[in-house]
């Protein structure tokens, strides 16, 4: 059984740049959440897909978005990005909505916006 | 509005030794109460989780933790630390999504366990 992925494990953009950052879900995932996480600093919901619709989002500016695909992997889009997305992203996968179902993480990918 | 608080950035202790690592929460619906080890780059990993039923939880890697309604605890302890156990630790409650039909995951800060010869 494959866990989840997520690439690149590295990025580097500067300032009014955009970036997407993509995830492979585990198998039998139908849902998926996107956390960020800044140094120093408990993971911050995004927001989350569910069979391809958001399904909730936390308090990021809409220039954060997402996508979640037929087959359940997931991209994580941000537009001009500012010095503060400096961050370590991580996408979590489970089997439903249901919230007692375990959230798988990825090992994340560190952005650095200069 | 759910909120988790972990006490203490950073605990050391030697190795053999108890470790204690503190979370409080706050919720305004029947809490279920997560704990995960972030490893140096790596993801989370889920060491363990109450939703109901038995308050005192075990999970992986000989943690244990027991939920206390009274006292809106969930610390996490393991009778004798080792060296593998150095990591990062957080504690998180389900959080309603607004405007959605289900829950996300609200962390507190984290605690960094570091463990002494």
């Known amino acids: 059984e494959t866990g989840v992925t997520q690439s690149p494990t590295h990025l580097i953009k500067t300032r009014g740049q955009q970036v997407t950052l993509r995830c492979s879900s585990q198998s039998g995932h139908n849902t998926v959440s996107w956390y960020q996480q800044a140094l120093g600093q408990g993971p911050q919901f995004i927001f989350q897909y569910y069979r391809e619709e958001e399904n909730g989002r936390g308090n990021f500016p809409p220039r954060f978005s997402g996508l979640q695909f037929p087959n359940y992997s997931s991209e994580l889009n941000v537009n001009a990005l500012e010095l503060d997305d400096s961050a370590l992203y991580l996408c979590?996968?489970?089997?439903?909505?249901?919230?007692?179902?375990?959230?798988?993480f990825g090992p994340g990918t560190r952005l650095t916006v200069l | 509005a759910q909120s988790v608080t972990q006490l203490g950035s950073h605990v050391s202790v030697s190795e053999g030794a108890l470790v204690l690592l503190r979370c409080n929460y706050s919720?305004?619906?029947?809490?279920?109460l997560f704990w995960y080890v972030q490893y140096p780059n790596q993801g989370l990993q889920l060491l363990l989780k109450y939703t109901t039923g038995a308050t005192l939880v075990k999970g992986i890697n000989g943690f244990e933790a027991e939920f206390k309604k009274s006292e809106t605890s969930f610390h996490l302890t393991k009778p004798s630390a080792h060296m593998s156990d150095a990591a990062e630790y957080f504690c998180a409650v389900r959080t309603p999504n607004s405007g959605g039909s289900n829950y996300k995951l609200t962390f507190g800060k984290g605690t960094l366990l570091t463990v002494n010869p």
């Open positions: 919720s305004s619906v029947p809490p279920y």
């Open positions: 979590a996968s489970s089997f439903s909505l249901a919230s007692y179902n375990e959230q798988f």
